[in-house]
């Protein structure tokens, strides 16, 4: 089996594991237990903070929350911030459900919400942004790059539109897909908050974590115990943890980059060589997108059926993300101006640094011989 | 090192990590994407939700949501059934946080929210609980077992005095330290909300379920890709999950409590036994308590340094809860009456089944030898 929906989910390196046995095994004490195998587990977790810190060119200060989810993390920025004195809020049309669906309930609860376009290119439109920020708005939320179209928003941009109309307005950014993938560097980037996801990167599923600048700035959204700094309350899932911190230190950014621009690149290339001439596969255009992530459409074929034919032929691709995949359109694709035959047309490929050659060799070759076959019989 | 401080958290079972490893690498697929594999993994979280509910003898309803916490399954309950509507809300005062400070959040804002106390015994004041419970009542949160006490609640007369005094009141309650530990039958109970906790019996932690028995009276409080009907969004914990059903599988709960009470009784006897005969060890007076939790109380003696001392001997044991180890005083046995010294000397013994009666015996010993040490330290 072949996998390419990197931007998924992925599967945990072999070391992660070692660490979520260690400490759900012999090293499993509460981490908010007093006694010494307790107080070591809750300073083991530091550690993990402190790396991620660290990854982020920022000081560690008791700023890192970890959560139950990416998800869980984005709705504590947005929700843990939020305030009923708030007089505008913007966010970007093409924002993961967890930030867009998370605006819509405050938007259906009367808050003022507003949602910037994309350019043709999947970024952010900053033209249309520059415009609607004034002093009234208190709170932004733009993803670094984007789960469909692998766009890379430019966020220093965003930071100085910011700085230059509501200085004060609370800045989010989802760095899901971006985090350990593409370099940040949050000490030259005015941002209060930052998402990132474990499980994108061959750590765990059901952990997530929300860098704050300054976390005096938000309250709970789920109350108890008073973990994480009395801002997400529950037992840290210590496990969970020390398995990220051990996929993280696995990863050489820059390697893995230059590594997955080469993957995407050949199976661009192949995907292209190998399909049908009379297909006019259309890519994102933009030169410069995530290479972990490659959005293809396909006239007048339905990217479901053709997911299920490479998933019958040993290859995994998905329509659009894994959260919209069981939902009808997709708005972030109609908001680039594609038309009904190619939002119905897309796929996504994602890589991971676990992609080999081969996987692409062979992946692409899959593709295109279902994107043959589906082709013929439809015309 | 031996450990009896189980009601704070578990070591993972041998086949619990098996399924954690398995659902991580070779299974780790997105039980969200359309192809096979994600599917497979989709239903194989539901025979996890189908052994809970059959765990819990009621018919599986699409009514098991899986959360990252059990302190998030009890906020969803409160936070999720809440509307601004709401008359009156009544909680106990023995609520573990996750549901105190709910409540006290809501109280925070201006909700009519009330405290029902607790009687000598630990369990919630009857005679005064339904003094306190009129046709104004919408919502009642009382926990099943105190994870302080280790009282057991009569669920079944408070389901009775809801459908005597508010038949349409919302009734949760805080299975945490009961499910899988004390049988219960959700079938003989009109309870609306049951929340569990996976890593109390030798699942990992990050895990929580929430039983509804209407799942459409709930609202989100995490907004995102529509995962668990729509009511916890955040891509599933797959293999928590998958590892939590092994845990299930291996617990026979009639079994496991007949040990446990065995256990139980020859802790406390060597305990009494061994201390200094000077000593008047208060236990709570209540003959219908979990056998899984022994809370102890030493005049004289601060119960901090009686669980450094026991660590440094090889025995974990804790102050009151974990979550609440790092507060001062003690809401909980403050309520029950105890006096300054009782609480300021209070442990608690805890105990799973994967306990031996070698720990037993030389747990209770070196308990009964650092409370003599101390005791003769301070007189």
Redesign the interface.
Known sequence: ?I?L?NA?????SKSA?EN??KY???N???P???????YQNFKDIESTKKLLCQKLFVPFKNNIIF??????A??LAILGSFKPSFKKMVFSVGE???VY??A??LKSKGVNVEFVNLQKNGEVDYVELEKMLDSSVNFISIMQVSNETGAINDIAKICQLKKQYCPNAILHCDGVQAFGKIETNLAKLDLDFYTISA?KLHG?????ALYAKNPNKLQP???????EYNLR????????IMAFKTALEEIDIQKNFEKICALNKTFKANLIAKTNSKITLKFVENQNLSPYILSVSIPKIKG?TL??M??SKGL?V??G???????SGNRILENLGYDKTLIEGNIRVSFSNFSTLEDIENGSKILANCINELFEKTT
Chains 1, 2 share one sequence.
């Open positions: 089996m996998f929906d998924s989910t992925t599967p945990m594991i979520l046995v759900s095994t012999e499993f004490f509460n908010s237990a007093i006694y010494g195998a307790g959560t139950g989810s990416a998800t869980e984005t709705n993961h459900p967890s669906n998370t819509l309930s499980h765990p599923k059901g952990l997530g959204i789920i109350f108890g115990g008073g973990q309350s529950g037992t840290e899932n210590l496990a969970s479901e997911v299920y490479c998933d995994l998905s329509t993300s894994a959260c919209s995949a069981k939902k």
